[in-house]
């Protein structure tokens, strides 16, 4: 059985280039491109081994009545999904990458504060990298040993 990847990212550049590598070792990769998207998938409570999350992604097509009271986009939704994450799968919570390209040291606290496993900064990112960082926070390689 090939191990499960969600993977979170509105770039569809990054998504063909880096999931590639992944794929190729043996991960079965499901994706979503919005924050709604992500939530579907999240709220229905599949198993992952590991979680890529992108934390700049497209809000939802249909704001929340919190966000059109700020009246104003909310920059760092990945933060929110990496929440809705967290309460869903609690303590059985996957392994979750945090991918971006934000370097403000608040959001880093804040992806620190909601236990992200491991950051990777965007620019320059190579397949190998982000294989290497999933098969350290899965202890895997991506083919069922069993």
């Known amino acids: 059985m090939k191990k499960r990847l969600l993977w979170i990212e509105d770039d569809a550049f990054a998504l063909g280039a880096l999931v590639s590598g992944l794929r190729k070792t043996g991960w079965d990769i499901v994706t979503a491109t919005t924050e709604a998207e992500a939530i579907t998938i999240i709220d229905q409570g599949q ?4 979680i890529l999350l992108d934390i700049i992604i497209p809000e939802q097509e249909n ?3 919190e ?12 933060l929110d999904v990496l929440t ?18 934000v370097t403000d040291e608040r959001v880093r606290q804040r992806l620190s504060e909601l236990h992200v496993d491991k950051i990777l900064t965007k620019g320059g990112l190579v397949p190998k ?5 999933v098969k350290q926070v899965s202890g895997s390689d991506g083919a069922e040993n069993g």
């Open 47 to 50: 198993h992952w081994d590991v």
């Open 63 to 65: 704001p929340t009545q």
């Open 67 to 78: 966000s059109l009271l700020r009246g104003r986009p909310r920059p760092f939704i990945g």
């Open 84 to 101: 809705r994450i967290n309460n869903r799968y609690g303590a059985g919570r996957p392994p979750v990458v945090a991918i971006t390209k």
């Open 129 to 133: 990298e982000v294989e290497g960082a």
